[in-house]
């Protein structure tokens, strides 16, 4: 069974973020305590002017008209994806790859609806075959390890990340996955000091330095955790995101304690 610790981190996407432990951002799940890190970090990502909603019917329109047109199955399941029709998305996709079983984009975007559906194992086949060892592919390389760390496999996800990095060096989004993988693995010195690699580059979402505060603040550094959680948002957004990074460790400094308490005495030997 994972830790508290472990169920309470998120992992990131190679293009975009999702499901982020901040309760202020926009457009993403707040994840609790105690629950099983849910969808992977391979969400599409947004554009400025998306309506999801909106996109689900009109791709969804030219889907019926045109359902072999890779292009259109792609946007529609990007949509879907986007407004949690996980299973939706992942059906339009395995029809496509079925019938294009050499189109390395769509064995992509298939394995990542596969993740984010909780598939994890089926996820990683597919993600193997959209690409290949001559021709390595970053993003797929690091949504692999993302699979491979929702399974518990942390050693073996790590090595993908770190080979994400020789094609992508410093590339942020495959850092903060790394980082977050040693912290399920609960090598936090190692977790916090990757975060902060991943952080300081230009290019980094500032999303990705609310799991720098949460592993800071699981090393029991709270005020420090604090000032990471408030940087680069409005003061609205701030005050919540620490609210949460408090409430999060709370749970967490509460749990061996609530463990203790629910533990079966142990059996004297006859």
Same mark, same amino acid.
């Given at each position: 069974?994972?830790?508290?610790?472990?169920?309470?981190?998120?992992?990131?996407?190679?293009?975009?973020?999702?499901?982020?432990?901040?309760?202020?951002?926009?457009?993403?799940?707040?994840?609790?305590?105690?629950?099983?890190?849910?969808?992977?970090?391979?969400?599409?990502?947004?554009?400025?002017?998306?309506?999801?909603?909106?996109?689900?019917?009109?791709?969804?329109?030219?889907?019926?008209?045109?359902?072999?047109?890779? *292009?259109?199955?792609? =946007?529609?399941?990007? $949509? #879907?994806?986007?407004?949690? !029709?996980?299973?939706? /998305?992942? @059906?339009?996709?395995?029809?496509?790859?079925?019938?294009?079983?050499?189109?390395?984009?769509?064995?992509?975007?298939?394995?990542?609806?596969?993740?984010?559906?909780?598939?994890?194992?089926?996820?990683?086949?597919?993600?193997?075959?959209?690409?290949?060892?001559?021709?390595?592919?970053?993003?797929?390389?690091?949504?692999?390890?993302?699979?491979?760390?929702?399974?518990?496999?942390?050693?073996?996800?790590?090595?993908?990340?770190?080979?994400?990095?020789?094609?992508?060096?410093?590339?942020?989004?495959?850092?903060?996955?790394?980082?977050?993988?040693?912290?399920?693995?609960?090598?936090?010195?190692?977790?916090?000091?990757?975060?902060?690699?991943?952080?300081?580059?230009?290019?980094? *979402?500032?999303?990705? =330095?609310?799991?720098? $505060? #949460?592993?800071?603040?699981? !090393?029991?550094?709270? /005020?420090? @955790?604090?000032?990471?959680?408030?940087?680069?948002?409005?003061?609205?957004?701030?005050?919540?995101?620490?609210?949460?990074?408090?409430?999060?460790?709370?749970?967490?400094?509460?749990?061996?304690?609530?463990?203790?308490?629910?533990?079966?005495?142990?059996?004297?030997?006859?």
């Amino acid at each position: 069974m994972r830790s508290t610790r472990s169920r309470s981190l998120r992992l990131l996407a190679s293009t975009a973020l999702i499901a982020l432990p901040a309760a202020a951002t926009a457009g993403c799940q707040s994840s609790q305590l105690g629950q099983t890190a849910g969808a992977l970090p391979i969400a599409p990502p947004e554009r400025a002017d998306a309506d999801p909603r909106r996109d689900v019917e009109a791709f969804g329109q030219q889907y019926r008209v045109y359902p072999n047109n890779v *292009d259109v199955v792609l =946007r529609y399941a990007q $949509a #879907l994806r986007a407004t949690g !029709q996980r299973a939706q /998305a992942v @059906a339009v996709l395995e029809r496509a790859s079925i019938q294009n079983p050499q189109n390395k984009v769509l064995l992509g975007e298939y394995g990542r609806a596969l993740a984010e559906a909780g598939n994890y194992e089926q996820a990683f086949e597919v993600l193997n075959r959209a690409h290949s060892p001559d021709q390595p592919d970053w993003h797929i390389l690091s949504a692999q390890g993302a699979a491979l760390d929702q399974m518990g496999r942390h050693a073996e996800a790590q090595r993908y990340y770190l080979t994400a990095l020789k094609i992508a060096p410093d590339e942020p989004s495959i850092l903060s996955n790394l980082g977050l993988s040693y912290a399920l693995s609960k090598d936090l010195t190692n977790a916090e000091a990757t975060l902060r690699r991943a952080s300081a580059r230009r290019s980094a *979402d500032p999303r990705v =330095r609310q799991n720098l $505060a #949460l592993v800071v603040g699981l !090393q029991g550094r709270f /005020a420090e @955790a604090e000032d990471i959680a408030r940087a680069d948002l409005p003061p609205d957004q701030a005050a919540a995101n620490v609210a949460y990074l408090r409430q999060m460790l709370a749970r967490h400094d509460n749990a061996p304690a609530a463990n203790a308490a629910t533990a079966k005495p142990a059996r004297g030997s006859s």
